[in-house]
Protein backbone atom coordinates (compact mmCIF):
# COMPACT_ATOMS: atom_id res chain seq x y z
CA UNK A 1 0.00 0.00 0.00
CA UNK A 2 0.98 3.58 -0.33
CA UNK A 3 3.16 5.06 1.81
CA UNK A 4 3.00 9.05 3.84
CA UNK A 5 2.88 11.67 0.95
CA UNK A 6 3.92 14.52 1.55
CA UNK A 7 3.88 17.83 -0.13
CA UNK A 8 5.59 19.97 -1.87
CA UNK A 9 8.71 18.20 -1.43
CA UNK A 10 10.83 21.16 -1.12
CA UNK A 11 10.01 25.31 -0.79
CA UNK A 12 11.75 28.44 -0.57
CA UNK A 13 9.79 31.08 1.06
CA UNK A 14 10.72 34.72 2.16
CA UNK A 15 10.35 36.14 5.81
CA UNK A 16 7.14 37.27 6.31
CA UNK A 17 5.01 34.94 3.85
CA UNK A 18 3.13 32.00 4.82
CA UNK A 19 3.05 28.41 3.89
CA UNK A 20 1.00 25.29 3.82
CA UNK A 21 2.18 22.12 4.19
CA UNK A 22 0.17 18.71 2.95
CA UNK A 23 0.43 14.99 4.31
CA UNK A 24 -1.23 12.31 3.20
CA UNK A 25 -1.36 9.40 5.55
CA UNK A 26 -1.13 5.92 4.75
CA UNK A 27 -5.23 4.78 3.93
CA UNK A 28 -6.85 3.53 6.90
CA UNK A 29 -4.78 5.75 9.39
CA UNK A 30 -6.52 8.25 12.09
CA UNK A 31 -3.97 9.93 13.11
CA UNK A 32 -1.61 12.14 12.06
CA UNK A 33 1.15 13.89 13.82
CA UNK A 34 4.08 16.28 12.38
CA UNK A 35 7.77 17.48 13.83
CA UNK A 36 10.02 20.27 13.06
CA UNK A 37 13.37 18.44 12.11
CA UNK A 38 16.69 20.69 12.43
CA UNK A 39 20.32 19.83 13.06
CA UNK A 40 20.97 18.79 16.96
CA UNK A 41 17.41 19.18 17.41
CA UNK A 42 16.15 16.16 16.78
CA UNK A 43 12.37 15.98 16.30
CA UNK A 44 10.46 18.59 17.64
CA UNK A 45 6.69 17.64 18.17
CA UNK A 46 4.66 20.60 16.66
CA UNK A 47 0.70 18.87 16.82
CA UNK A 48 -1.38 15.44 16.88
CA UNK A 49 -4.84 14.81 14.73
CA UNK A 50 -6.85 12.11 15.24
CA UNK A 51 -10.07 12.34 13.32
CA UNK A 52 -10.16 15.52 12.52
CA UNK A 53 -9.13 17.04 16.66
CA UNK A 54 -6.17 18.05 17.64
CA UNK A 55 -5.60 16.11 20.52
CA UNK A 56 -1.80 17.21 21.63
CA UNK A 57 0.57 20.76 20.79
CA UNK A 58 3.95 20.85 21.02
CA UNK A 59 5.39 24.17 22.29
CA UNK A 60 5.45 26.51 19.04
CA UNK A 61 4.25 29.57 18.31
CA UNK A 62 0.49 30.33 17.36
CA UNK A 63 2.02 30.94 13.91
CA UNK A 64 2.29 27.61 13.27
CA UNK A 65 -0.82 25.57 12.97
CA UNK A 66 -3.00 23.02 11.16
CA UNK A 67 -5.88 20.95 10.41
CA UNK A 68 -7.05 17.13 9.30
CA UNK A 69 -9.94 16.84 6.91
CA UNK A 70 -12.57 13.47 7.15
CA UNK A 71 -10.39 12.07 5.10
CA UNK A 72 -7.74 11.97 7.25
CA UNK A 73 -5.27 14.25 5.40
CA UNK A 74 -3.81 16.85 7.00
CA UNK A 75 -1.94 20.13 6.24
CA UNK A 76 -0.06 22.54 8.41
CA UNK A 77 0.55 26.28 7.97
CA UNK A 78 2.76 28.69 8.82
CA UNK A 79 2.21 32.16 9.08
CA UNK A 80 4.19 35.02 9.37
CA UNK A 81 7.69 32.80 8.31
CA UNK A 82 10.57 33.67 10.11
CA UNK A 83 14.41 33.02 9.08
CA UNK A 84 14.51 29.98 12.19
CA UNK A 85 11.38 28.44 10.57
CA UNK A 86 14.09 26.95 7.99
CA UNK A 87 13.68 23.41 8.47
CA UNK A 88 12.60 19.54 7.62
CA UNK A 89 8.81 19.63 7.98
CA UNK A 90 7.65 15.29 8.89
CA UNK A 91 4.64 14.34 9.34
CA UNK A 92 3.76 10.44 10.42
CA UNK A 93 0.50 8.78 10.14
CA UNK A 94 -0.45 5.86 12.81
CA UNK A 95 -3.23 3.20 12.77
CA UNK A 96 -4.99 5.08 15.69
CA UNK A 97 -3.77 7.88 18.35
CA UNK A 98 -2.47 5.23 21.04
CA UNK A 99 1.46 5.38 21.85
CA UNK A 100 1.41 1.23 21.14
CA UNK A 101 1.20 1.56 17.50
CA UNK A 102 4.21 2.31 14.81
CA UNK A 103 4.42 5.61 13.12
CA UNK A 104 5.07 6.05 9.57
CA UNK A 105 6.77 8.84 8.18
CA UNK A 106 6.86 10.70 5.08
CA UNK A 107 9.80 11.89 3.31
CA UNK A 108 9.15 15.89 4.66
CA UNK A 109 9.18 19.15 3.18
CA UNK A 110 12.15 21.01 3.56
CA UNK A 111 11.20 24.78 4.33
CA UNK A 112 13.81 27.44 3.10
CA UNK A 113 13.03 31.23 3.99
CA UNK A 114 15.13 33.67 2.93
CA UNK B 1 9.89 15.94 28.37
CA UNK B 2 12.27 15.25 25.96
CA UNK B 3 13.72 12.32 26.55
CA UNK B 4 17.76 12.15 26.58
CA UNK B 5 19.91 9.73 24.06
CA UNK B 6 23.49 8.93 25.05
CA UNK B 7 25.96 8.59 23.56
CA UNK B 8 25.55 11.27 20.96
CA UNK B 9 27.20 9.60 18.63
CA UNK B 10 28.87 6.14 18.19
CA UNK B 11 31.89 5.12 15.66
CA UNK B 12 32.24 1.73 14.85
CA UNK B 13 33.61 -1.52 12.64
CA UNK B 14 31.77 -3.76 11.13
CA UNK B 15 30.80 -6.71 13.32
CA UNK B 16 31.05 -4.80 16.57
CA UNK B 17 28.11 -4.19 19.70
CA UNK B 18 26.68 -0.67 20.59
CA UNK B 19 23.97 0.31 22.60
CA UNK B 20 22.24 3.16 22.71
CA UNK B 21 20.46 4.40 25.67
CA UNK B 22 17.36 6.72 26.35
CA UNK B 23 15.74 8.04 29.56
CA UNK B 24 13.02 10.22 30.77
CA UNK B 25 12.38 11.70 33.93
CA UNK B 26 8.22 10.62 33.75
CA UNK B 27 7.20 7.44 33.83
CA UNK B 28 6.50 6.03 30.86
CA UNK B 29 3.85 4.33 28.70
CA UNK B 30 6.06 3.43 25.46
CA UNK B 31 9.44 4.03 24.21
CA UNK B 32 9.75 3.79 20.55
CA UNK B 33 12.69 3.41 18.60
CA UNK B 34 13.38 4.65 15.32
CA UNK B 35 16.64 5.17 12.26
CA UNK B 36 16.84 7.56 10.07
CA UNK B 37 19.32 7.53 7.16
CA UNK B 38 20.78 10.92 5.89
CA UNK B 39 17.82 12.04 3.36
CA UNK B 40 15.62 9.57 4.10
CA UNK B 41 12.29 9.62 6.49
CA UNK B 42 12.77 7.35 10.06
CA UNK B 43 11.73 4.17 9.76
CA UNK B 44 9.91 2.32 13.25
CA UNK B 45 12.49 -0.48 14.55
CA UNK B 46 10.49 -1.39 17.95
CA UNK B 47 8.13 -0.44 20.39
CA UNK B 48 8.61 -1.56 24.24
CA UNK B 49 5.45 -1.20 26.19
CA UNK B 50 4.95 -0.79 29.66
CA UNK B 51 4.30 -3.97 31.15
CA UNK B 52 6.92 -6.07 28.92
CA UNK B 53 5.32 -5.98 25.67
CA UNK B 54 7.83 -5.82 22.62
CA UNK B 55 6.58 -5.50 18.79
CA UNK B 56 9.48 -4.87 16.47
CA UNK B 57 12.16 -6.27 13.97
CA UNK B 58 12.79 -9.71 14.35
CA UNK B 59 16.82 -8.48 14.35
CA UNK B 60 16.48 -5.50 16.53
CA UNK B 61 16.94 -5.87 19.88
CA UNK B 62 15.68 -3.70 22.88
CA UNK B 63 15.19 -3.50 26.77
CA UNK B 64 12.80 -1.35 28.97
CA UNK B 65 13.35 -0.56 32.32
CA UNK B 66 10.18 1.15 33.46
CA UNK B 67 11.10 2.26 37.13
CA UNK B 68 13.66 3.89 35.83
CA UNK B 69 12.17 5.15 33.03
CA UNK B 70 14.57 3.87 30.71
CA UNK B 71 15.53 1.87 27.37
CA UNK B 72 18.62 0.56 25.22
CA UNK B 73 18.47 -0.25 21.90
CA UNK B 74 21.46 -2.95 21.33
CA UNK B 75 22.77 -3.24 17.95
CA UNK B 76 24.89 -6.76 17.53
CA UNK B 77 27.16 -8.08 14.88
CA UNK B 78 26.79 -4.17 13.13
CA UNK B 79 26.68 -4.16 9.25
CA UNK B 80 27.20 -0.96 7.33
CA UNK B 81 23.28 -0.64 6.96
CA UNK B 82 23.07 0.27 9.99
CA UNK B 83 24.60 3.71 9.84
CA UNK B 84 22.41 6.33 10.30
CA UNK B 85 20.75 8.42 13.14
CA UNK B 86 18.78 6.36 15.99
CA UNK B 87 15.98 8.14 17.40
CA UNK B 88 13.98 7.26 20.98
CA UNK B 89 10.73 8.27 21.32
CA UNK B 90 8.37 8.17 24.26
CA UNK B 91 4.88 8.55 25.22
CA UNK B 92 3.16 9.34 28.72
CA UNK B 93 -0.24 8.07 28.00
CA UNK B 94 -0.63 11.20 26.58
CA UNK B 95 -0.82 10.02 22.65
CA UNK B 96 2.01 12.40 21.88
CA UNK B 97 5.34 10.88 20.86
CA UNK B 98 8.57 13.19 21.95
CA UNK B 99 11.71 12.16 20.28
CA UNK B 100 14.99 12.82 21.78
CA UNK B 101 18.15 14.23 19.99
CA UNK B 102 19.38 11.63 18.45
CA UNK B 103 22.23 9.19 18.36
CA UNK B 104 24.61 9.12 14.97
CA UNK B 105 25.63 5.71 14.34
CA UNK B 106 28.29 4.98 11.72
CA UNK B 107 29.47 1.89 10.65
CA UNK B 108 32.90 1.46 8.83
CA UNK B 109 34.38 -1.72 6.74
Known amino acids: KAGVTQTPRYLIKTRGQQVTLSCSPISGHRSVSWYQQTPGQGLQFLFE???????NKGNFPGRFSGRQFSNSRSEMNVSTLELGDSALYLCASSLNARGNTEAFFGQGTRLTVV | QQPVQSPQAVILREGEDAVINCSSSKALYSVHWYRQKHGEAPIFLMILLKGGEQKGHDKISASFNEKKQQSSLYLTASQLSYSGTYFCGTDLNTDKLIFGTGTRLQVFP
Open chain 1, 49 to 55: YFSETQR
